[in-house]
């Protein structure tokens, strides 16, 4: 399943204000964010997201995003200064074997994956990496870009992360992506 990792300069294109027209980063979350949570991003690129999720966590809350690229991280907390919120924010560098969360081991309430699953090397791995993160019953948003991800290779993705202890629960509808609502099941063992 693995493919390159997204180029960091398309990264400046990923954060560009108008992709708010087609994914409107506030509206696609806020069913899913509350204030006080802590939520994780991983790859959020230059935080076309993260910004919002910042915003919905409020003051109480916080975001961990954690990439593989440095220039990725370094873009995301300039503008997370800008905005002022980097105060909600926790920008980590991921290893190329583990994205660097175990010190938030039951601790995650909704996990955000938008366009990175297909980047990674070990899907497997990764989903049992994030079901030790996440609370039981806490959700987690997989969105796949269409023309990079076909159907069976999606389902694959979803297999992957029910190997972990995930259920679909829900099927959202987002422009020019393919989504899925997993939820952590209740009694899954925290070890994946
Ligand atoms: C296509 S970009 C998507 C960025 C952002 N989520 C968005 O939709 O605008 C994929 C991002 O995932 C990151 N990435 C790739 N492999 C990763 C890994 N193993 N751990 C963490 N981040 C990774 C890339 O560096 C890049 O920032």
């Known amino acids: 399943m693995a493919q390159r990792v997204c180029p960091w300069w398309l990264g400046y294109l990923l954060a560009c204000p108008l992709r708010r027209f087609a994914q409107d980063p506030a509206k696609l979350l ?3 964010v509350r204030e006080g949570m802590t939520v994780l991003e991983a790859g959020p690129g230059m935080g076309f997201f993260t910004l919002d999720l910042a915003r919905l966590v409020g003051p109480s809350g916080r975001v961990v995003a954690v990439d593989i690229q440095a220039r990725m ?3 995301l907390k300039r503008r997370a200064a800008r ?3 980097l105060e909600r924010l926790d920008a980590r560098l991921a290893s190329a074997s583990s994205l660097g969360v175990a010190d938030l081991v039951g601790a995650v ?3 955000l994956l938008f366009a990175v699953v297909h980047e990674l090397p070990a ?3 990764f989903f049992a990496e994030l079901a030790q993160a996440l ?3 806490a959700g987690l948003l997989l969105v796949e ?3 990079h991800v076909k159907p069976a290779q999606f389902e694959a993705e979803l297999q992957a992360a029910a190997k972990a202890g995930f259920v679909v629960a829900d099927r959202p509808s987002i422009r020019r992506s393919r989504a899925a609502l997993l939820l952590k099941k209740v009694g899954a063992s925290v070890r994946g």
Request: glycine share 14%; aromatic share 14%; net charge negative.
């Open 30 to 32: 806020a069913p899913y």
């Open 73 to 75: 991280i370094a873009s």
């Open 83 to 85: 905005a002022g919120l």
């Open 109 to 111: 309430d909704f996990w």
């Open 123 to 125: 899907v497997e791995t």
């Open 135 to 137: 609370k039981p019953g």
């Open 145 to 147: 870009p269409v023309g």
